[in-house]
Structure formats: structure tokens, C-alpha cells
């Protein structure tokens, strides 16, 4: 078989490549030059890798400052393991970093490229790695193969991305209770089910400061949606479907202070049904301010429970985190599906509370008056919260305790083994 070299390009041609060369490079140049001293680009690694001294524990967090909500509810329970174990929070975006470091007194690593990330645990000492959601990024911290590391998310609730196959990546998963242990035996094939660490809710022992003020002849309704998800089997968020029917219902009577308390990325959502949703309710509360309703759309979720006399909202953390905190107090659920057996199925919760969806928003009127008027599902509900939490509150946090003092203790002894080396 003969082989037949290629023509050689031309002058001309050869001319336009090395042309195209130069450009790029000029441009790679203008480009960092730009980012240097116009930008401003963050340091490779801030602080410097000699000024980081050792934290056993490290919380590493890469997304931006629109998702510090996840890990900003942690920081409480993170400063009273440090008062144990030392805490630092590693961090991948500088706007998160800037964030945080308003946010806590814990130190906050920045590192912005991966191959610095190796180093800097190195440098800190790092024992046990805590992650508090489900980041691609992630991965990219889990090569460090010196740490235990451990996933506890920043909320419990029933939405499937609760029970992500990527916990099989973690050492150990921190869940609430039996309600979880179930959900993930459920779901996931092949799991090693002792993996899990029933911890509760460290976040529920805390004492947090009462958001809404006192109100005269009015009952308190929190309305409390949930946001689209990334996908259509992670959306469970009511607003674009039922969102203004339920609030003009609430506002229709006169005997009822409303308030309205969605999820933070509500706030920025690119959906454009809930974004519409959103607006809606923001103008027709705004239209009725001086009946009271109020809208604390910054406001920490738990302190806004205070006060409420009925809450209404999706498949979320919130509802779990009232039936918790406010077990006196009954709750309406929606479901954007309508798909009562599926529901009944994924949220146990379900079958204790009236549910909101196509079949039933035509009575939504009633379906709230009724539970204003009375608490009907009052003792179902009780037994569901042993279910999901099954804890007296500060157990929490002492196994949360436990759990950081004893993956770092027993992390030297697993790498102290020869057989490691």
C-alpha cells in the first residue's frame, strides 16, 4: 500500500497560522493583564500556605455567595465544634469567600484552582472534610485521600435530591432519623446503609431570635414555597401552580395576617412561571400592608416559625423543620403533581396534613379555614415527628459533636495502619 505524503502549506497559509498564533497570544496576554489589574483576580490561595495553621476539620463549600444559605445554617453548630476541634472553611469562589468571612469568625481559606487545594489541606492538617451539599465540585475535593469525609446537606426533607447517588462518594452521611435511614434504602441500589449517621437536626437545638412582631385580632399563616429545582424531578415548588390562589385566599379573609417566606432562590430564579408567581404575591401583599402581612424574604426561616398559627408549603425542609420546632401547630402541604399514592409514598408527612393540588386549589379556601379552625391532624402528626427526627432537643447537636471528635480521632488511627502505606 503506498503512502502519499500531505502538500505542504504555502507560504501565504503557513503566514496566517503564525499570524493567528501571535494574535492569541497577544490577546492571552491583554486578557490576564486585564483581570490582574482592572479586576482585580483573586490570589491563588488566600490566606498564603505558611500563615495556615492546623484545623483538623475543614468544610469545604466551591459554589457561589447566591448558594451561602447551604453552609451560612451550619455555621452556629460549626462554632461549637471548633470549641472541640478545630473548624476552617475552604472555599472556592472569592465573592463566597468575602461572604463568609463577613458571616463568621471561623478562618476561611480561598483556594482558587484545584491543584492548590492538595497543599492546602495538607497545610491545614485536615482530618475530616465536610461537604453540606451535593457541588460537582465536590469531587474535586474528595481526591485528598488523607481526610474522612462527610456529607450532611443543609436540610431534611423528602425531595429526591436527598437521596443523590453521589453519597456513595462520602465516608459517612449524616441523615435526621428513621425517615431518611428509609428514604435512602429505598432508593438507592447497593448502598451500604451503615454509612448513615443518625444525627437529627443540629440547627433545631438552636435558640434563634423571633423574626415577626406581635399582631392584634389576627391569625399568623406562613406561606412557604420551595424553588423549581434543576430539574422537573427535583421542582416541588407550588408557587407557579397554586402560589397566587393560596395567597388570595388568605387574603380574602379578614381575620389573618399573612406572610410570605419563600425559598432564597426564589429570589433570583430564571424560571419565568415562578418568577411571575413571586411578583404577583409581592404586589398583592404590598397592595394589603396595612393589614400587616409581611413578606421576610431575608430573614432566617426558623425565626420566622415563631408566632405562626398555620404554615402552608411544599415538600421542603421547612415543613420538616416546623413539624419539628412547632409540633402544636398543623400545616397544609401542596402537590404540584397531584399524584396522591406517589406523594403518600415519597413524603410519609403527607398523610398527615391536608394537601393542596389540581383536584383540590378550587377548595383551598375551606381546606385552610378548616385548619384554622381546628388542628385535624394533630396526633398523626406527632408520631411522624419521632419518625423523621426522634430526638429531645440538644441530642442533635452532641451526636453531630461526637460524630466530628470521633471521624478525627479515628482517622489517625486508619492512617497510622502500615498496610495504608
Known amino acids: 500500500m503506498s503512502h502519499v505524503s500531505p502538500p505542504k502549506p504555502s507560504i501565504v497559509e503557513r503566514g496566517k497560522v503564525r499570524l493567528g498564533q501571535i494574535l492569541l497570544g497577544v490577546g492571552n496576554v491583554a486578557n490576564r493583564l486585564v483581570r490582574e489589574t482592572m479586576v482585580g483576580e483573586p490570589p491563588l490561595l488566600d490566606p498564603d500556605l505558611p500563615a495556615l495553621t492546623p484545623h483538623p476539620v475543614a468544610v469545604y463549600f466551591a459554589d457561589p455567595p447566591d448558594l451561602v444559605y447551604q453552609v451560612q445554617q451550619w455555621l452556629p453548630v460549626l462554632a461549637q465544634v471548633a470549641e472541640h476541634r ?51 465540585r ?26 443523590s447517588n453521589q453519597v456513595k462518594a462520602y465516608d459517612h452521611v449524616v441523615v435526621a432519623g428513621q425517615a431518611a435511614v428509609e428514604r435512602h434504602r429505598r432508593a438507592l441500589i447497593d448502598f451500604d446503609l451503615d454509612r448513615l449517621v443518625v444525627c437529627g437536626r443540629p440547627q433545631l437545638d438552636l435558640d434563634v431570635a423571633p423574626v415577626l412582631g406581635p ?13 423549581s429545582g434543576e430539574d422537573d ?44 408567581a413571586h411578583q404577583e404575591i409581592q ?36 415543613g420538616l423543620d416546623f413539624l419539628y420546632l412547632r409540633p402544636d401547630a398543623p400545616m397544609v402541604l401542596t402537590d404540584r403533581r397531584t399524584d396522591r399514592a406517589r406523594l403518600l409514598a415519597d413524603a ?22 378548616a385548619n384554622l379552625a381546628a388542628d385535624p391532624h394533630h396526633e398523626a402528626r406527632a408520631a411522624l415527628r419521632d419518625h423523621y427526627f426522634g ?30 502505606r
Open 348 to 369: 410519609p408527612i403527607a398523610a398527615a396534613t391536608d394537601v393542596v393540588d389540581a383536584g383540590s386549589v378550587g377548595d383551598v379556601a375551606a381546606i385552610l379555614g
Open 215 to 227: 399582631v392584634t385580632g389576627r391569625r399568623t399563616v406562613l406561606y412557604a414555597p420551595t424553588w
Open 283 to 318: 404586589r398583592l401583599l404590598s397592595a394589603q400592608a396595612s393589614a400587616g402581612h409581611v413578606m421576610p424574604l431575608a430573614a432566617d426561616v426558623l425565626g420566622v416559625f415563631e408566632g405562626v398559627d398555620l404554615l402552608v408549603t411544599d415538600i421542603s425542609s421547612v
Open 233 to 276: 424531578a427535583n421542582n416541588y415548588t407550588s408557587l407557579d401552580r397554586y402560589g397566587v390562589a393560596i395567597v388570595r385566599a388568605l387574603l380574602a379573609r379578614d381575620d389573618v395576617r399573612v406572610v410570605y417566606k419563600p425559598h432564597p432562590r426564589v429570589l433570583t430564579t430564571d424560571d419565568k412561571p415562578v418568577a411571575a
Open 86 to 136: 478545630p473548624v476552617a472553611i475552604v472555599t472556592r469562589h472569592w465573592g463566597t469567600t468575602a461572604a463568609l468571612r463577613d458571616l463568621t469568625d471561623l478562618p476561611v481559606v480561598f483556594v482558587r484552582k484545584l491543584d492548590g487545594l492538595r497543599p492546602a489541606y495538607g497545610r491545614l492538617g485536615t482530618k475530616t472534610i465536610v461537604y453540606v451539599n451535593n457541588s460537582m
Open 391 to 420: 430526638f429531645a432537643r440538644g441530642e442533635s447537636s452532641r451526636r453531630f459533636l461526637d460524630l466530628m471528635v470521633s471521624a478525627t480521632d479515628r482517622r489517625d488511627v486508619l492512617i497510622s495502619d502500615p498496610a495504608r
Open 138 to 163: 465536590n469531587f474535586q475535593s474528595l481526591i485528598y485521600q488523607d481526610a474522612l469525609h462527610v456529607h450532611v446537606n443543609h436540610g431534611e426533607s423528602d425531595k429526591i435530591s436527598m437521596v
